[in-house]
């Protein structure tokens, strides 16, 4: 790999994310973290793939697919977030923190989020770095899991907002579409195309180092900041203990009778 474009695209994180920090500040709103995390990973393969001179498919490869979920998912934040105040979660470290709020927004919100930005796309740099071998079937196969995992987010995604503009709706829990079968499409959906990444990565020398990627992103999504953080959210609630006994957290499958 080449340790001087890693650094140099270590640094350019860090102050994409400081620059979101400052526009948030002025924003009075910490929940736009959320609209930078996917353009975050399209500046890496950007700065990653343009580093090394040449072309090479596999590098094109996992920077396009990188570009096209970063794009989607920030596009499609953003429009979830127009109009709307920040969302629960950052209101109520607002309140929490009190004076100490703006040092601890830097460090444990776009900080903490510009080292997991780096940790995540480790496939993309390992690829657009480790250049000098064709394609393989692991990259066939990586692509394949990347997609089933990038249509499970997206149609999630596009199911849930249909669902929320609907009024007849307000106050209910979508139960129907990809929900049926996992009540979080969407993160099993970004979990499975980190995974796919992964396959990719394996192609290239020392490969097997970008394991670190979908662990985490798995581990965030189940443990963390996915489902713990949300399901809080909807605790006790009688049609979310039903819909949560019979429909499984993250992997999909059949709902239980």
Partial sequence: MNFEAAAATALAVVLYMTLLFLLA???????IVDIGWGPGFVLVAALTFFWEPGFEARPAL???LTL????RLGVH???RKRGKPEDFRYAAWRKAWGRSFVLRSFFQIFMLQAVFLVLVSWPVWWVNLSR?????????????VWLAGFLFEAVGDA???????DPANRGRIITSGLWRLSRHPNYFGEAAMWWGLFLIAL???RGFTAVVSPMLITFLLLRVSGIPMLERKYAGRPDWEDYARRTSAFFPWFPKK
Wanted: proline share 2%.
């Fill in 132 to 144: 000098g071998r064709g394609l393989t079937w692991l990259d066939a196969a990586g692509a394949a």
């Fill in 25 to 31: 500040l002025r924003m009075k709103d910490n929940s």
């Fill in 203 to 205: 192609s290239a020398p």
């Fill in 68 to 71: 096209v979920w970063g794009a």
């Fill in 77 to 79: 934040i953003w429009l």
């Fill in 62 to 64: 996992v920077s396009v």
């Fill in 159 to 165: 199911q849930i907002e249909r669902f929320k503009r």
